[in-house]
Antibody, heavy 117, light 110 residues
Framework: EVQLLESGGGLVQPGGSLRLSCVASGFTFSTYAMNWVRQVPGQGLECLSGISGNGDTTYYADSVKGRFTISRDNSRNTLYLQMNSLRAEDTAMYYC??????????WGQGILVTVSS | QSALTQPRSVSGSLGQSVTISCTGTSSNVGNYNYVSWYRQYPGKAPRLLIFDVIRRPSGVPDRFSGSKSGNTASLTISGLQAEDETDYYCCSYAGRFNWVFGGGTKLTVL
């Protein structure tokens, strides 16, 4: 059974940092691209960042470029999102998702990040 | 503003069919046969309904079908059921490990 389990969210002050983790199981992690997708409460989905299976290629949305860094440790079946210089508008539910080119077939349960003083 | 355009809401009667459109550009929907659709209940993670424009994962009923023409993809739900009332999102691959989503459509079952 495929499982994705996010952790590392919580309350942080503006300008602060957080690192999200997503532990994967049930599939050959290194074979698949992975994404971080976020959803501001009451709004739609936004693909923030993506990474290839071997970690060589990454993508960032303009909204987080230069502030967030995606990485993966295939030996630990873990995806990361380092979030720096956090802003109030980064407050959202963050999902990790297993990516096929044609869609995201598995999602984590989501982790809430709240940026507030 | 989302990269893909969906109607904010659609409605249909129990047992009838409804179609949700998703309009992108030649850089995403029009360039790749990699459109997907998701259903999301409040407080839950999205669930994949359609991938590769037309394919259904195992466990998704054949009431759900996808199609694409040019820069516009569509999700059709036939035989509407009360449980279908929720939010639906489209998504398209846009190259270099980037995917773009629509703004979501709220389906009301009358």
């Amino acid at each position: 059974e495929v499982q994705l389990l996010e952790s590392g969210g919580g309350l942080v002050q503006p300008g602060g940092s957080l690192r999200l983790s997503c532990v994967a199981s049930g599939f050959t992690f290194s074979t698949y691209a992975m994404n971080w997708v976020r959803q501001v409460p009451g709004q739609g989905l936004e693909c923030l960042s993506g990474i290839s299976g071997n970690g060589d290629t990454t993508y960032y949305a303009d909204s987080v470029k230069g502030r967030f860094t995606i990485s993966r440790d295939n030996s630990r079946n873990t995806l990361y999102l380092q979030m720096n210089s956090l802003r109030a508008e980064d407050t959202a539910m963050y999902y990790c998702a297993k990516a096929l080119f044609g869609g995201h077939d598995y999602w984590g349960q989501g982790i809430l990040v709240t940026v507030s003083s | 503003q989302s990269a893909l355009t969906q109607p904010r809401s659609v409605s249909g009667s129990l047992g009838q069919s409804v179609t949700i459109s998703c309009t992108g550009t030649s850089s995403n929907v029009g360039n790749y046969n990699y459109v997907s659709w998701y259903r999301q209940y409040p407080g839950k993670a999205p669930r994949l309904l359609i991938f590769d424009v037309i394919r259904r994962p195992s466990g998704v009923p054949d009431r759900f079908s996808g199609s694409k023409s040019g820069n516009t993809a569509s999700l059709t739900i036939s035989g509407l059921q009360a449980e279908d009332e929720t939010d639906y999102y489209c998504c398209s691959y846009a190259g270099r490990f980037n995917w773009v989503f629509g703004g979501g459509t709220k389906l009301t079952v009358l």
